[in-house]
C-alpha cells in the first residue's frame, strides 16, 4: 500500500532525488541541463531549488512512501494559484542552487526555457502540477496515480482546476484517464514537444471550474 503524505522542510531534498531520477532522460530537462558526467547531481540542485522557490513555499509537495519503509519513492509539486505572484522574487532567494546547477554560462538559456513553459500556462485560475516523480525501483506500483489521485480529489472538493504539462505519450495516457484533456504542443524547448494539458473537472464527477 502507498502513503502519501505533505512533505516537511526536511523532505525537501529526499523529494528532489526522487525527482531528479524520474527526470533523467525527460526531454525538457534535458533541453535546460544538456548530459554531463554530473548531470544526476545538478537535476538534484535544480528540483530542490525549484521545490524551495515554488511548490513548498505556494503550495503543496506531496510525497509518497510503502506502508512499512519510509523511504521516499515518489513525489508531486503543486503550485497554488497564489504562486504566480511574485515567483520571480521567491527564485532570487534560490539563485545560488540554481546557478550550481545549470551554470552561470548558462542560467539565462534555462531561465528563457523555463519562461517558455510559464508562457503557456492558461489565464484562468489553477494549480499546477511543476513536478511529478518515481523512483526506478517503485515505478510501476501505481505511486504516480497515488500521488495525483491524492490531490486531485483535495482539488475536486473545492472545484480548482489542474494544469500540467507532459513530455511522453506514455504518461498522457494516465493523465487523460484522471480527466486531463490535450491543450496543444509547447513549442521552442529544443529537442523536446511537451503537451499542455488541463483539467476542468473530474472525469466521474459534475463539478464546474472555479472562475478565473
Known amino acids: 500500500m502507498i502513503r502519501v503524505s505533505r512533505a516537511t522542510a526536511s523532505e525537501l531534498p529526499g523529494a528532489a532525488a526522487v525527482l531528479a531520477d524520474a527526470f533523467h532522460d525527460d526531454p525538457v530537462m534535458r533541453s535546460i541541463i544538456p548530459g554531463d558526467e554530473q548531470r544526476g547531481e545538478r537535476l538534484r ?3 530542490l531549488a525549484l521545490l524551495r522557490s515554488g511548490a513548498y513555499p505556494r ?6 512512501r510503502t506502508e512499512h519503509d519510509d523511504t521516499i519513492i515518489g513525489a508531486a509539486a503543486w503550485e497554488s494559484p497564489s504562486a504566480r505572484t511574485g515567483t520571480f522574487l521567491r527564485q532570487l532567494g534560490q539563485l545560488p542552487l540554481f546557478a550550481r546547477a545549470i551554470g ?10 523555463l519562461g517558455t513553459l510559464e508562457s503557456r500556462r492558461p489565464s484562468l485560475t489553477h494549480w499546477y502540477l511543476g513536478e511529478i516523480g518515481v523512483s526506478a ?3 510501476g506500483l501505481g505511486v504516480g496515480s497515488a500521488l495525483l489521485e491524492t490531490r486531485l480529489r483535495a482539488l475536486d472538493e473545492t472545484h480548482q482546476v489542474a494544469y500540467l504539462e507532459s513530455s511522453t505519450p506514455q504518461n498522457r495516457r ?6 486531463f484533456r490535450d491543450q496543444g504542443i509547447i513549442t521552442g524547448l529544443p529537442g523536446a514537444a511537451p503537451m499542455s494539458m488541463i483539467r476542468l473537472r473530474s472525469p466521474h464527477g459534475t463539478q464546474e471550474p472555479a472562475a478565473a
Open 104 to 113: 552561470l554560462r548558462n542560467l539565462p538559456r534555462a531561465l528563457r526555457l
Open 174 to 179: 494516465l493523465y487523460r484517464r484522471l480527466g
Open 137 to 139: 525501483d517503485a515505478r
Open 45 to 47: 540542485m535544480l528540483f
Open 59 to 64: 503550495g503543496v509537495v506531496d510525497i509518497a
